[in-house]
């Protein structure tokens, strides 16, 4: 059996857009263990063909070539096989290291002499959605209809909701954040006025910086309907947050992580897209709706600035986000 190391990315959305890479290898007889950043990490053990996850000890930005150096020693001669799913010169240093036979991945960032198997990275404008980029590494052509599946047992599920008070289909979720900005993400308003529509309560999910944004849609709600928004940004880990989305009658979400971890478990969402583009990140899921204005031929002004992929609109309306309303996504629920 061949043993393979896969270096994960680094965004809990791009480590969910991997999974159809790795059932891939997996069905063809490779043993798979995944190298990722703690943060990540948990998303991989919702993946049932992964033998094993290595926690990484790094962190954002530096080279830290003596951990780097101190795991390359580890792990020398334990696998067969890289795949490196990220394209910067750091993600090909620890297989380089190791001495690992066969390493696979993108050219990017000077690293052709670190790579064994060199991948072509597409021109801007004519990269694939990201699944398929990811699928690609497999060396398999069939990749364009590759979609992420994440897997708990009903056992983790369950030790989840105990600990947190929430029954299976009992409640919605919302993950009103977004890592790159403001104009990725449907204002709290209107996460809150559509909180105030449903009729099970909401759980509000995020990062402990994101607190205060959730905090912003479930006080003004729960100050006219006591309990109907739960707001647990910062309070679960990952694993909990995995088990609360797989478990739950909805998801509401911009353009995040969270996103694709709800498409991965297949549970019923509406994704919410602003200055990002639905056609390089879909959460690819059958069950998922698709809120883009750009793809409303009767919305007028048409939306010309779409996808601008910055930040802060540019333009400073955020048409985008204001005029998909609350009632239009509750439809969709």
Known sequence: MKRALIIAPQWI????MTEPLLRRL???????TVGALPW????????????????????HGDLQWRERWRLSRQIRGRFDVAYLCPNSLKSALLPFLAGIPKRVGYLGEARFGLLTQRLKNPAKGQRPPMVAFY???????????????????????DAVLRTLSLTRMGYYVFAPGAEYGEAKRWPTAHFAALAGL????????????????????????NARRAGQC???????????????????????????????????????????????????????????????LKFDADY??????????????????????????????????
């Not at 997996?26 to 798979?32: D, I, K, N, P, V």
């Not at 607190?211 to 849609?217: E, K």
């Open 13 to 16: 959305g791009d480590a969910v």
């Open 26 to 32: 997996q069905a063809r007889g490779e043993q798979l």
């Open 40 to 59: 990540v990490a948990p998303v991989y053990r919702a993946m049932p063909q992964v033998a094993e996850v290595i926690e990484f000890p790094f962190a």
């Open 135 to 157: 699928s690609a590494l497999s060396g398999e052509a069939d990749v364009a209809a590759d979609r992420p599946q994440l897997q708990l047992s009903a056992l983790e599920v």
């Open 198 to 221: 449903l009729d099970l309560p909401v759980v509000l999910l995020g990062s402990g910086k994101e607190a205060a944004l959730c905090a912003a849609i479930a006080d003004p709600v």
């Open 230 to 292: 739960i707001n647990l940004a910062g309070k679960t880990t990952l694993t909990q947050a995995l088990g609360v989305i797989s478990a739950c009658k909805g998801v509401v979400s911009n353009d995040s992580g969270l996103m694709h971890v709800a498409a991965g478990f297949g549970v019923n969402q509406v994704a919410i897209f602003g200055s990002s583009s639905p056609l390089h990140t879909p959460p690819l899921n059958r069950l998922a709706k698709v809120l883009w």
């Open 300 to 333: 007028r002004p048409p939306l010309d600035c779409a996808p601008c992929f910055e930040r802060v609109c540019p333009l400073g309306h955020t048409r985008c986000l204001k005029d998909i309303l609350p009632a239009h996504v509750k439809q969709y629920l």
